[in-house]
């Protein structure tokens, strides 16, 4: 079974508004996440590593008031994307840093 | 700053065809390569990881072989199945900077036919 449980799977939102995202680690602590995007027919692109009970860290280019990361507890890092446009449309998905991925969510801005 | 590149980008063959992915890096320093298959709207599965010390890996119908010198790796998959079909990507994790970071390709999508 997944040891890492992204969600959602996909989500559609209208322009404006914010979506977050989750990343829960199943019977393991994960001290650090990291968040790739994957435009389509591209490859996955780091955005940023955040590590549980302190700051993270954004990749450059990537707008940390607009992508919020918050990593409260050992188990559960959330990627928030504020504001959504249709250009914020894409994959997301999370690693940590054993190597397990989550499902990814597959994000629609109208 | 690392590149990696793969190619084709798209591939598409009928069912029984041995292939080969091909995977190259700009910088040799690398601590492994890993390759995944990723499945359309889904994560990532990862199939084979070299660590930079060997020279190849197999798993079933799979292997895949690192040459760090040359920059380059393969992915070889035998007797190829329709089930087969998807994108599959390889990524570097470096020395420099965050031994834990990947950077990947942009993919191969493979497509087995019937």
């Known amino acids: 079974g997944a040891v890492v449980s992204q969600h959602p799977s996909w989500v559609i939102c209208k322009s404006g508004t914010s979506v977050k995202i989750e990343c829960r680690s199943l019977d393991f602590q994960a001290t650090t996440m990291f968040w790739y995007r994957q435009f389509p027919k591209q490859s996955l692109m780091l955005m940023a590593t955040s590590n549980e009970g302190s700051k993270a860290t954004y990749e450059q280019g990537v707008e940390k008031d607009k992508f919020l990361i918050n990593h409260a507890s050992l188990t559960l890092s959330t990627l928030t994307v504020t504001s959504a446009h249709p250009e914020d449309s894409s994959f997301y998905i999370c690693?940590?840093?054993?190597?397990?991925f989550g499902q990814g969510t597959r994000l629609t801005v109208v | 700053k690392q590149e990696v590149t793969q190619i084709p980008a798209a591939l598409s063959v009928p069912e029984g065809e041995n292939l080969v992915l091909n995977c190259s890096f700009t910088d040799s320093a690398i601590y492994n390569l890993q390759w995944f298959r990723q499945d359309p709207g889904k994560g990532l599965t990862s199939l084979l990881l070299?660590?930079?010390?060997?020279r190849e890996q197999t798993s079933g119908r799979l292997n895949a072989s690192l040459d760090k010198s040359s920059g380059r790796s393969t992915l070889y998959i035998a007797a190829s199945q329709p089930g087969d079909s998807a994108t599959y990507l390889c990524a570097v994790i470096d020395f420099g900077g965050s031994a834990r970071q990947l950077t990947f390709g942009s993919g191969t999508q493979l497509t087995v036919l019937p």
């Open positions: 070299i660590q930079s010390s060997q």
């Open positions: 690693r940590t840093e054993g190597g397990f």
